[in-house]
């Protein structure tokens, strides 16, 4: 029974690579042969994005069972450390592809420490306490953003906090031949378009052997008897504190490499980007594509992402469309015959396979 457990979600992580590998390959193609509109084609990049956005909320949310609405706020924090590594490193290191993944590691880092640094406070708490806590914590993390002045010169890198508001790039007392990356409130300027769509396909599966082999692991095993039953996981000798905190590590590290990949997409980026609503949308795409399901993520992520660009033509009816799918997709999801139509499809056809044997 066990070896037949295994070979199951062997084959179920084999399906799911192998299907984000097929739509890649077709994407690919036709934007090498120039078959894609330039609105398609400017969409590939954020839906990578926010597909590890997804799946990595996901193992807050539906793995580990915690409510958390910052999420946006660790996007946030790989984008702008991401386009200061890479901005800065210009000069050093002229590679845009070595630049490009030196900045996804340090928009990963940093949001692992910004994780870190939240997490050991915040989940002590748990449910709404949570939620509001790191709400909080995401709109904090974009008034900061606002308030930042980086730049860089020969000498290396300029920061500083405009609290006052009363401060600009003049005053980081550059040389002439210093660059401005991030000027407070409008954000960072000017920013060396490095994002590319092989790339981004990169990330997502590297997200997903991640987050895969995690819950497969004795590590995710006892993060999911965390979320079942908190008391009797405590009871039979597991770090509650420990895996919690590694699992929402783990989940800030992979937002903010998405971020770092998102903010070298746009050649300007405001911490307006990052809001409230950012951190609810993916949420929304957890939760219709299936709390711990990890296919029904990508799927919820890339569908709802794109939907509303598709939609354009109708104008004024365009949200409303939109609603509605949102609402027939929701209703779907949570009905039990739907769910079950796939059990009722295999048997039949093994039955059917057996007599024809």
Known sequence: MKNLLKKKTTRTDFLTYLGVIVVFVIMFALQQGDMLKNSTQGMLVPVCCFVVMAVSLNLTVGILGELSLGHAGFMSVGAFSGIIA????????????????????????????????????????????????????????????????????????????????????????????????????????????????????????????????????????????IRDNRIAAESVGINVTKYRLMAFVISAAMAGSAGALFGLNYSTLSSTRFDFNTSILVLVYVVLGGLGNIWGSIIAAVVLYVLPEALREFNDYRMLAYAVVLILVMLATNNERFKAAPSRVIPKRRKGAAVNG
């Open 86 to 225: 890479a901005m800065s490193l210009e000069q050093t290191i002229p590679s845009d592809l070595a630049r490009l993944i030196i900045a996804i590691v340090v928009g990963a880092i940093c949001a692992a420490i910004a994780g870190f640094i939240v997490g050991v406070p915040v989940l002590r708490l748990q449910g709404d306490y949570l939620a509001i806590v790191t709400l909080a914590f995401g709109e904090i993390i974009k008034e900061l953003i606002n308030c930042l002045i980086v730049g860089y010169d020969e000498n290396g890198l300029h920061v500083m906090f405009n609290l006052s508001g009363k401060l600009s790039v003049e005053n980081l007392n550059m040389t002439e031949n210093g660059v401005a990356i991030i000027k407070g409130a409008q954000g960072a300027v000017g920013v060396d378009k490095l994002a590319t769509f092989p790339m981004g396909f990169v990330l997502v599966m590297l997200c997903l052997v991640i987050v895969l082999n995690l819950v497969r692991s004795r590590t995710g095993r006892a993060i999911l008897s």
